[in-house]
């Protein structure tokens, strides 16, 4: 939060307001405890909770299981209770509460008499709402609940200097109760576990506090589907970061250079928002941070501490493509904790607002800087081909021309043609707030097999840009930007020797349409697999059409075939989905590699079903 004595913002706020071109605002939170805001907290199940421990380092936990984890006790004054447990007479493995409860004391409190400095965010994510508390602690006490004194109840009178509510933007909902828990220290080393890792893969919420130096503290929420959270690096020993956090200094993103010598660094996309940036605008000033990332089913949990640098435009779309702003968090300090939590929870509903997962750029085969380059041209739509209701060839004309081989994507930038600017909430249409309309369409046509500096993609309506696409007539201009060409090398269909399987669902059967010729004529014992709808029987028929015998070689599987003639020119016709023995049955055991051009179902299941063989495969998943 702000530092409220001056009621306004600070100047790491203000840094960051500058960068990210926000316009004047007034601060909107409330100094104290409002009324309506306690009362509300009194029902409130749950509570994230931020502090600075012995060591300097920010952490975050999160406390409660029921309503009545907090309730006002007077003006401007809030209790905070939760069920905890001890070993050795201390706090086991929370590092919040280890901080506000000394080592051997069942009081807590801070000898300078003015409070320990904390913040909190008060949660129902049943009903996704959220406020956030700034202030300081002032009181704490144990309250054994077991003859062995090893299960306590903490209780701590917090003075609350402001407080805001916020929106339920990005909160998945979950229903939660309390839980008996009986914690148990996995880990307390550098580098993550992997079942540390495996739960930073799964989470679809974590909890991150900042300060703003001795003034105040902020704590909050970021949520998205599930794995948003990318882990940048898990090796060696994070060293000595630097000072990324000076004002106005907000990082350099880089490659990041050998994985070696980079420690353990997470990576999250900061998706849009109220645009107060209280956060980022702690972070730019002091990037001392703090995470936990609970997991509601198993109740493990894992606490974070680190540095944090934000980065911004081409150095977060360079980490983390199709992000504008993004935060680095090279983490000094962990602990796994087994059974940590004091409730469990399941998803009910995730935010409609929640984008795709944005997978890092060195996830990406084919590296993505492509995808966030300067445009190197230009591509104008010059014709379109309507094959199916829904799939479409369109040509476009480069300028310049740039060379591409068969197989390759290309990456084009709609955000001229569809971005319409800043908005908090768009409940018509919520994840248009954080697209980047930046699309990559893997290229059906061979080169020079058209017009002069022309190619073809072949795509079936599906989003702003598919629709955009599908809206234009000859004689309308529709130009965007060339980022580049790209991959294909994972699915490149050559004679190497063995058998080549293509496992294609609908119009996943792109990457073969550009080299189906080049592979039949090289002698590559080629079979097809394709699966697709009845509805898109004719897109089958003409890539048959087009590409002389392949259909000797191919096996389509329809679905939703009732009623309609499924014919195709030479091959074989199935009306059922694929399944396990038609893909073991294609090529020679031992002497086959797979290509899998599918969605994610088909994919997942090909993969199963080839455990252990030689398969690459190409994603449609954005």
Not at 587 to 612: D, M, N, P
Request: hydrophobic letters at 40%; one cysteine or more.
């Amino acid at each position: 939060m702000t530092e409220l004595s001056t009621g306004g913002w600070h100047a790491g706020e203000e840094a960051v307001h500058r960068l990210l071109e926000v316009p004047d605002e007034d601060d909107p939170t409330a100094p104290g405890l409002p009324m309506a805001y306690g009362r509300w907290m009194a029902q409130s199940p749950l509570l994230a909770l931020g502090t600075v421990g012995d060591d300097d380092r920010v952490w975050t936990t999160v406390l409660g299981g029921g309503a009545g984890v907090t309730r006002p006790i007077g003006d401007d004054l809030l209790a905070f209770s939760s069920p905890a447990n001890l070993d050795s007479g201390r706090v086991a493995f929370d590092p919040v509460l280890e901080a506000l409860f000394p080592a051997g004391s069942h009081d807590g409190f801070d000898p300078g008499g003015r409070g320990k400095l904390v913040a909190g965010l008060a949660m129902d994510l049943e009903q996704r709402t959220r406020v956030k508390i700034a202030g300081r602690m002032l009181r704490g006490v144990f309250r054994e609940r077991n003859e062995e004194q090893s299960r306590v109840d903490v209780a701590m009178a917090v003075a609350v200097d402001g407080t805001l509510g916020n929106c339920p933007k990005y909160l998945n909902r979950k229903t939660v109760w309390a839980h008996e828990a009986s914690p148990r220290l996995v880990s307390d080393r550098l580098p993550l576990t992997p079942e540390a890792v495996d739960l930073i893969g799964r989470a679809d919420i974590f909890f991150i506090s900042s300060r703003h130096g001795s003034a105040s503290m902020d704590t909050n929420l970021r949520g998205g589907a599930a794995g948003f959270v990318r882990v940048f690096s898990n090796s060696g020993d994070p060293g000595d970061p630097g000072d990324p956090g000076d004002p106005g200094n907000f990082g350099d993103a880089g490659d990041g250079g050998d994985e070696g010598d980079e420690g353990v660094t997470l990576v999250y996309p900061e998706y849009s928002g109220n645009r107060l940036y209280q956060t980022l605008g702690n972070l730019a000033s002091d990037p001392a941070v703090g995470l936990t990332f609970p997991d509601f089913v198993t109740g493990e949990v894992l606490y974070v501490s680190g540095r944090a640098e934000i980065l911004v435009g081409d150095d977060a779309a360079a980490v983390l493509p199709h992000s504008k702003v993004a935060v680095r968090i090279r983490v000094q300090a962990a602990r796994f904790v087994d059974d940590g939590l004091p409730f469990r929870g399941r998803l009910l509903d995730p935010s409609p607002y929640n984008p795709p997962v944005r997978r890092l750029a060195r996830e990406l085969v084919g590296g993505a800087g492509e995808q966030v380059a300067a445009p190197r041209a230009t591509a104008s739509l010059v014709g379109k081909k309507e094959v199916t209701p829904t799939i479409s060839h369109y040509t476009f004309r480069l300028d310049p021309w740039l060379p591409w081989h068969p197989g390759q994507h290309v990456t084009l930038d709609f955000s001229a043609q569809l971005d319409r600017g800043w908005s908090h909430m768009r409940d018509h249409d919520p994840r248009s707030l954080n697209d980047d309309y930046v699309r990559s369409f893997t290229v059906s046509s061979v080169p020079g097999a058209l017009s002069e500096n022309e190619f073809e993609i072949t795509v079936r309506r599906n989003g702003p840009v598919t629709r955009r696409l599908a809206w234009w007539k000859p004689g309308l201009t529709l130009t965007v930007p060339v980022l580049g060409f790209a991959g294909g090398e994972e699915v490149r269909f050559a004679d190497d020797g063995r058998d080549v399987v293509v496992v294609a669902a609908g119009v996943g059967i792109t990457p073969l349409m550009a080299q189906a010729r080049a592979a039949l004529d090289s002698g590559a014992r080629l079979q097809v697999l394709w699966s697709l709808r009845a509805q898109d029987l004719p897109l089958a028929v003409e890539v048959l059409q087009r590409v002389e015998g392949l259909g000797a070689v191919t096996q389509l599987f329809v679905t939703q075939s009732a009623g309609r003639d499924v014919t195709a020119p030479a091959a074989r016709v199935h009306t059922r989905r694929i399944r396990e023995d038609d893909v073991r049955a294609a090529g020679a055991q031992g002497h086959r590699r797979f290509y899998v051009c599918a969605g994610r179902a088909l994919r997942q299941s090909v993969l199963e079903w080839t455990a252990g063989e030689d398969v690459r495969s190409e994603d449609f998943d954005y």
